[in-house]
């Protein structure tokens, strides 16, 4: 049995999925493409060398008879829309993040995932469908370690265009560990605080950079996140787990030794795009794999719905310098 | 277009083959099977799950006409005939190491693919396909380290059985070095020389165990390879190679990094089937690709040859102690 | 010319600084000892087989005039008054921390040292006379990760015995790193906030272990240093500098690479005093040096009085949980 | 008691022993001085500071009454004479490599030292008292790798100079490790060969480097050693010893770790005076106490007599190209 996919949003993440579910992923087709501009998704299925129909507007093709499940790939304030009519045509659906711009928009739809009865949704994130994040949380379940008391993180990319604000250090960057962290440690969190430490000369005047976000978990487990977008020197994703009786690192990506100049040396990424390459085919898989088997697995809308009141919380701590607490209700067995 | 695939020997590595083929890579589907003991072939078809017919006879699966392309992973001695036979048939064939089991079996096969005028075969080593060793390759060419003058090699496994004998310390284990390393340098063997250092205790008292290998390249570049099949602490492949300015290492495979009593550790693998499973992948995808290309690039019948050629020569080596030449023709314009 | 020193204390930092100024460093000798138990002084004489006079009061050593210089090794809270007898002789003195138990008793040192005109006291922070963190050091004076933003730093031990209160985690354990990070960074500080972690099962009922501070300095540098110290594993200080333009990290001891039991390791230590016993000497040697050259160079009372004044903040904000202010005048010429 | 030292030969070494004998070691000073240019002797004692008498005669430094003890730094064809005398005049003699040019030479001096009935000579030999070889050392003594079968090593050097010839590799440079591998192994050498791989560019026309040197011992362990002495990209010194259940590795010289420029990386030293420079002060001061401890235990004439003998079949191997055999008598009970 072949999916056959329909894809809302042709932009460049959405021909990169199209790319995956025609032509590197098993089990999947695409057979419906919409986007706000009609022309591009046509421009789109004739590059790709694909056989899909355009559709004129995504309601209907979430409702073509033809069109398994969804990709929503669009533009961010459409995507709630877009995942309601999913759920309410009975079809699975893949959300890139954010599921919803606003935590309300993201509850409305686990409401109505509740109602359906059975998961439908996959949040697109991708960070628990990597190698690295799994061995990590493979050695933290095996209680090599302890109880896990403390992470260490840091999110760093070489820069950032102008158009990046300090909220989007939130919104668009610490949401990754937001999701990934409470995966990681199957607990969620209760407060949030925002430390400013000298501004770097690298950033534009409007941006504060770097930022520290302190984190504390349900369990008590502190977490510090050292957001710096404009660190210069690569793309870096740390993750330290220190438990009670030992440390767990997050591997480094593998790389080349090399001797040279003086130095021995290995490289770090400067592309963000490579970092994660392959957790991209794996999650998408995973949602394939997913539907065919009755069973929705990935990061769900309840994760979406948490994350964005945890990245309110955290946007409120930028603001007010405070420690803010973040209120979230108990994860509902449907989502366990 | 989906590639329909006939596999000759059902055993663990057809095995493994065969889900690959059915589950794990775009555009190939295997329709038929044959295996010495039929019965085997049948269960292994019901046990995958797939639709296959079931072949009496390697031949005759070579020979029917729904198949487009075969995979040769039956017993060693059987594979010389069944690529030949492929080759008569015009169809691409991909041949699990060894090609032949002399290296004049392998030269036949190698006319026989010149004479039929196009590039059929693919020869199942795998560790081109290792993202690590591309790395390696990629910075070579790069010439950040210059004209490579030597390599330091390794090839440990934990233990071997009482069954491993001194000299497939050469044709089992040497021989993926002995492919590995001429496609990293571009360049073929002239000289080979063994050195049996003091025996471990670990290893049954028939067999040689560690051995050195040395190995010349036309270019003048020296290699040796430690192998070392008895070496307890895992299963462990180093690659260093020497230029002129600088030095590249194969990179260790990824792993969480742990502090944890008293040590700073990350883990080494302890079975050989983990290390390069991966590129298992990759290689046959690969294969399927590269016939619908019309374009077959993996390791072919010239490498097969020289492989053999060269593994002649260490077991030679082997037995006098002496340095022995390897005497190989120039690669032909058809296999560059 | 030899350095005659008195040593004031014969417990068991008395008897190690007694024997390397005896036996292990340049250009000094013991003449002179005194201890609260007399006995025990007699004894350490004559184990370690020197020469020295008996004196029944500290006050009589340091106006001794066969004594050159003064190392004060007592108990804690008899430092501020030797080490003022010792300004008053006019004596240069090498004070074990805490230079006194208060601010105020520092900031008299401090009063008492300016009056005098000149330097005599040497505190006994020896960590900036470590190899490792004065290598960090140079990375960061010669700009090669531009300018100082964050510092992430722990600070761990093994166990802790019942007698190590919550507050030891500032006044014994992160004492060091208030007095190296400073250092480093030629900074000072500003705030001071503690946090406290999940707690781990393996502390002692009344000890809050692990804690987390977080420092300012007046340049807006942020500092996080996590204090651990039953974390099991090992003694282990880490430091890590983020810059503008890149990271320095304080180098991991020395230690044998091994590959054992499906391991790739390195040795943690978890003995504390291997940890920076090279820089015991060094310390001592540049207080012998520093005299005979006409100039005391190491941490300074100073030091000693911020080093204070910092610690009463933290421990300020262990208990109110809030961001606790640090007050301090601007580092007076005198000490530059 | 402080050790009264005569120095022969004023050197660049020579200088930086009296430096050490003068103001880093502890209990010896230096009281004699000569050098076959006596201006430049005179102008040593004025530059360094010290109160020593300069001899016309290096017979006569050593026979004179106030001189406890003797370093030869002279000229190395001069060095067999004079150490010969110091035997002869029943003194403790401390000889910088090589004991003599020629391995009779060094013979005479054992059995000089044999007749005398106690040992006199320490030979220069430094490694052996670098904390690195000394954890590898107690990682193998303590068999936590079992048996050692093989050693993987390389001694690389940025650059030579046009008077660095082919035969250098092995009496200037390789004898460090013929040195220091017999004494981490504790066994002696039976067999050499020499490989000459690709010649690197970067060499002189009449220099063959790199250069890989076989040696087996007595237990049969087999060492490889690659010297590359215009390797460029740093001074590096590598010892990899193979044991029966695992291997220990040689610790890279501890440096800060960078982030920067897209690369994690450490410092390879460029100037090897810095790699054992610590290691020097540590055998001079074992030459020093064991003087004073009644044995000299340092590497003796006895380890400068083998290296002899080993660095000549390894010449003997660079010019036969094969394997030549090392014919070493047993160990006499007098060097044990």
């Known amino acids: ?133 799994r061995a990590l949380k493979a050695v933290i379940d095996s209680d090599k370690i302890g109880e896990p008391l403390m992470i260490h993180a840091a999110h760093r990319n070489p820069t950032v265009g102008e158009s990046y604000t300090t909220e989007m250090a939130i919104v668009d960057t610490l949401i990754h560990e937001i999701n990934v962290l409470s995966w990681l440690l199957d607990d969620q969190y209760v407060s949030a605080q925002v430390i400013y430490p000298r501004k770097t000369s690298q950033a534009f005047a409007h941006l504060k950079d770097p930022q520290i976000v302190l984190l504390e978990t349900a369990k008590g487990t502190r977490i510090d996140v050292e957001v710096f977008v404009n660190c210069q020197y690569g793309y870096d994703i740390q993750c330290e787990v220190v438990g009670e009786r030992g440390i767990a690192k997050l591997p480094e990506p593998a790389s080349v030794q090399l001797r040279s100049g003086a130095k021995l040396s290995t490289e770090i990424l400067m592309d963000w795009k490579q970092r994660f390459i392959d957790a991209y085919d794996v999650e998408l898989q995973a949602f394939i794999d997913g539907i065919k088997a009755g069973k929705i697995t990935g990061p769900s809308s309840w994760d979406g719905y948490t994350a964005a009141v945890t990245a309110d919380a955290c946007v409120a701590a930028q603001r007010s310098g405070a420690i803010e607490p973040i209120r979230l209700p108990q994860r509902p067995a449907f989502y366990e």
């Open 1 to 133: 049995m072949t999916l056959r996919i329909g894809v809302i949003g042709t932009g460049a993440i959405g021909q990169d999925h199209i790319r995956r579910c025609s032509h590197a992923l098993v089990g999947s087709t695409v057979v419906a493409v919409n986007d706000i501009n009609q022309e591009q998704a046509a421009k789109v299925v004739q590059q790709q060398g694909i056989e899909a129909e355009v559709y004129a507007s995504g309601h209907d093709l979430i409702n073509a008879p033809e069109v398994d499940a969804i990709l929503v790939t669009s533009w961010g304030p459409s995507h709630e829309e877009f995942v309601l009519s999913a759920i309410s045509a009975g079809k699975p659906v893949f959300c890139e993040k954010p599921l919803a711009v606003t935590a309300e928009g993201c509850k409305k739809i686990v409401e109505a995932e509740m109602e359906h009865g059975k998961r439908l949704v996959q949040v697109g994130f991708m960070r628990p469908y990597d190698q690295g994040y």
